[in-house]
């Protein structure tokens, strides 16, 4: 196991000696300490300098990266070789972004070509719509697309077109995108009366086209549109929707005829998929050409990842610096905070990215690991989670670690008043990283109870910054949140790939459901069986 090799031992002696030292007492006056820890690559700056780590410790780490073999893995991921090895697959989500004229032999199949052939096809689609060539039943253009999917065939496109909504330019017509995913109808309910059936088209997104939220809403929407609409089920299936897949047999059993369908393959991860045509809302809302420049962003950040040594290789850094808190800080919980309103989604994206990944305690051998994994992850636009969750960032009891994530530039034209607010959103920032790592005492003067207004600091962060927010930094910025899991699942010798801890829910759901159905109930547990009695007897009472 990783926690007897040398280098994982050297740290744990080394972490005895580091726990006890504040983050203030690392930056002597004499030091470029920013110097030291800050790492760039292209428009991209990892400051890793507010993090409680010297010049031996990111040696050490870089040590136990070379002894679990990281650069073999890294070939191995890049080769298309079955890194998910539960179920057999390559995990090739590098491949989606290869340029067009890119070759890569997978089983004596070009999986690049494969990849550019279903990017033309979607390319096709996203032009029919655009130019109002894709007309509902009554010949009216689409206006309006309803992206249905949850999970990874949701997270990232809606992040994505968050992020780069002003990226809707003068030459894409536009196109109002929505996405839903809750179980229980929500969205559907709120968003329906308020679209014209004649012009919405529904996207629905599954992999494995089995997924019962999404085939539920995707119901739901076609019985909309058959009530409102009074035409043929195939007709209506053909004019207003397109699935997404991985399992073209479902999708035309549920009713999507070929001509409708976007295929990806098995060895695309659902949370790894909004590079394939999964990201066809993002290809509708801000075109084709920009879809490209954010592939080729998350290409540019692959070639770094790939070639770059690890001591300036920013994917790496991120990782190792996370498994040292993790595992050797004992800190357990990881703040996501973008100080940027685009990217509002990101911590939703990533809690998938890094929980669903890396949320695993039996190694890639089946025995149960004796260390830590992934740490519990959450976050929020930086500004409001101020007002919100910083007090126990500030004063609380938990050691947390944090991501700073920020565009230097921002409204270059758009006016002062615009710019004067990226201003004030980066100084805050710059003032809450300061503050968590450096703490701060009250002063002498102040009565003694002021140790309310004690902060310790002492709290770790990493600072990531963009130089603008483009379709391209976007695609290298979550590009490299992926490769970051990936390095900490080599460290932990775990299968990130997989999602097995999902699967059991989802067949008691099913049995319960038939439980509510049919009204009995008798092999659950005395919880479950009472809460099954209850919600009955209130049904049957009618009380809402
Ligand atoms: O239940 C978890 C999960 O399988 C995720 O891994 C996946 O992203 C999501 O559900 C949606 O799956 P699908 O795209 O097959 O509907």
């Not at 926690?3 to 690392?26: D, F, P, R, T, Y």
């Not at 040590?63 to 890194?83: D, M, P, T």
């Amino acid at each position: 196991m990783v926690s007897s090799i040398k280098a994982w031992v050297g740290l744990q002696s080394h972490a005895e000696e580091m726990q006890s030292i504040h983050l203030k007492n690392l930056f002597h006056p004499s030091e470029d300490r920013f110097g030291a820890f800050s790492f760039s690559f292209d428009h991209y700056l990892l400051d890793l300098s507010k993090q409680r780590i010297t010049e031996e410790t990111l040696s050490k780490l870089l040590l136990l990266a070379e002894q679990q073999g990281l650069a073999g893995w890294i070939s191995k991921l890049f080769n298309g070789e079955k890194v998910n090895d539960s179920e057999r697959r390559a995990a090739l989500h590098s491949a989606l972004r290869l340029p067009e004229n890119a070759t890569l032999c997978v089983d004596e199949q070009d999986v690049a070509q494969d990849v550019q052939a279903s990017l033309l096809k979607m390319h096709g689609l996203v032009e029919q719509i655009q130019q109002a060539q894709w007309r509902g039943f009554d010949g009216s253009p689409i206006r309006c697309v309803v992206s249905i999917g949850v999970g990874g065939s949701s997270l990232g496109p809606l992040m994505a077109c968050t992020a780069l909504e002003q990226y809707t330019g003068a030459d894409i017509r536009h196109l109002d995108v929505h996405f839903v995913s809750s179980m229980d109808g929500s969205e559907l309910e709120k968003l329906l009366p308020n679209l014209d059936p004649a012009t919405t088209l529904f996207i629905v997104a599954s992999k494995s086209f089995t997924t019962v939220d999404t085939l539920a809403n995707a119901n739901t929407a076609r019985q909309w549109l058959l009530s409102a609409s009074h035409q043929s089920i195939d007709l209506i299936n053909q004019h207003h929707f397109i699935a997404v897949t991985a399992r073209p047999d479902q999708a035309l059993t549920w009713g999507v005829p070929e001509k409708n369908q976007l295929l990806l393959w098995d060895w695309v991860g659902g949370r790894y998929s909004l590079w394939s045509v999964v990201g066809l809302p993002i290809a509708l809302k801000i075109g084709m050409q920009n879809f490209r420049e954010m592939l080729a962003g998350a290409h540019a950040m692959d070639e770094h990842f790939r070639d770059t040594p690890f001591e300036k290789n920013l994917p790496v850094l991120l990782a190792l610096v996370s498994v040292w808190n993790i595992n050797f800080l004992n800190i357990h919980a990881h703040a996501i905070l973008p100080y940027d309103g685009r990217l509002s989604q990101l911590p939703a994206y990533l809690e998938q990215l890094e929980m669903e990944s890396n949320g695993k305690s039996i190694n890639r051998q089946g025995e149960r690991i004796e260390y830590r994994t992934c740490p519990v992850l959450w976050g929020q636009v930086g500004s409001s989670a101020q007002h919100a969750f910083y007090q126990l960032l500030h004063q609380g009891t938990e050691p947390v670690m944090c991501d700073f994530i920020m565009a230097a530039m921002r409204y270059e034209s758009e006016g002062e008043e615009l710019k004067e607010q990226h201003q004030l959103s980066l100084a805050n920032c710059l003032a809450q990283s300061r503050l968590l790592a450096i703490g701060e005492s009250v002063s002498d003067s102040e009565e003694q109870q002021s140790n309310y207004k004690h902060y310790d600091g002492n709290q770790s962060s990493t600072t990531i910054m963009l130089d603008t927010l483009t379709p391209e930094t976007f695609g290298g910025l979550i590009a490299m949140y992926e490769h970051k899991v990936f390095v900490q699942s080599v460290i932990w010798d775990i299968n990130p790939f997989d999602q097995w801890g999902v699967e059991q829910g989802k067949k008691v759901a099913s049995s319960l459901l038939a439980e509510l159905r049919n009204g009995r109930n008798e092999v659950l547990d005395s919880s479950t069986n009472g809460l099954l009695r209850y919600v009955k007897s209130r049904q049957q009472r009618g009380v809402s």
